[in-house]
């Protein structure tokens, strides 16, 4: 009913426009009703757009023809023709429009299912770990745990209703229960990451904020950790410094988290360098954030 009562208001509106036309001297029949023909089937389709065709044609009938002849009749076939050729090129587009819609509401539960089934298969997974690993090998299931949850977090920013991810957005999650104490900083441009890149950084950032607990600055009071976000030549730059109080001593060969820190920015094209200086570690990473 609302679809039929708005179509009256268009038609309404169009015949306003004829009679200003007519006052102007303008000689339009059926012209300005063209606009509420095509307006009415994208709103309400079919019926709506024959009601406002054969409205618009008894408005002009009645309104503003003295004496209906030849000409006239002629006019009205006209113009019925041609709104029969509007309806039928709107209904397509609004036809479009409307499986476009369908499509993109599916997609959206298809999306939903998915990321539970995944996050439920991550859990799954940590549970599997940790009930398959004790004793001494407990810690490395830990760490294999922990490295899943960062995983999870990466998968639940990346299919979260926020349009656009970005570097700082990943940062901020992973390094969060360590900003309250003041103890870290993030300062520098942002840029949007694709979501394969946030979950490869996510593991980058993960493994680098547990070796700053385990090791590093953020193993006790006094240490800093101060993240610099910068770009060259095109490139996205983070810059990981650690100022820790007491002596650092590097590590004596490469670990599997190292290894697998290179692994993971391999993989979106970016690199590491890493300096163990006095007062801490110092990280270079470079990468593309739209791969």
């Given at each position: ?25 303008a ?79 599916a ?15 991550l859990a ?31 998968n ?8 656009i ?62 993240v ?27 670990g ?36």
């Amino acid at each position: 009913m609302t679809t039929f009562l708005l179509t009256a208001l268009a038609v309404a509106v169009s015949a306003a426009s004829r009679a200003g036309l007519d006052l102007a001297g303008a000689t339009v029949s059926y012209a300005p009703f063209f606009p509420c023909i095509l307006f009415a089937t994208l709103l309400g389709g079919v019926p709506s757009a024959i009601f406002a065709a054969w409205l618009s044609a008894a408005v002009v009938l009645v309104g503003f023809t003295e004496r209906p002849g030849p000409a006239e009749a002629v006019n009205l076939a006209a113009f019925l023709t041609a709104a029969a050729l509007i309806i039928w090129l709107a209904n397509l587009c609004r036809d479009a429009l409307l499986e476009l819609k369908r499509s993109e509401h599916a997609r959206e539960l298809l999306l939903g299912e998915l990321r539970h089934r995944v996050n439920n298969q991550l859990a799954l997974f940590q549970s599997i770990v940790r009930s398959s690993l004790s004793g001494e090998d407990r810690d490395k299931g830990e760490a294999i745990v922990r490295r899943l949850d960062a995983v999870a977090r990466a998968n639940t920013l990346a299919w979260s209703d926020q349009r656009i991810m970005t570097l700082r957005m990943l940062l901020e999650a992973e390094l969060q229960p360590y900003r309250a104490s003041g103890a870290v900083s993030v300062d520098g441009a942002d840029v949007q990451l694709a979501p394969d890149v946030m979950r490869h950084l996510a593991l980058v950032f993960h493994e680098l904020a547990t070796n700053a607990v385990k090791y590093g600055a953020l193993r006790g009071e006094g240490g800093r950790l101060e993240v610099q976000l910068t770009q060259d030549g095109g490139r996205n730059v983070v810059s990981w410094r650690e100022l820790n109080p007491r002596p650092v001593a590097p590590p004596q060969g490469e670990g599997f988290g190292t290894r697998m820190i290179r692994a993971s920015l391999a993989a979106i094209g970016g690199s590491i360098e890493q300096d163990y200086r006095d007062g801490g570690l110092f990280c270079r990473i470079r990468f593309e954030a739209d791969r």
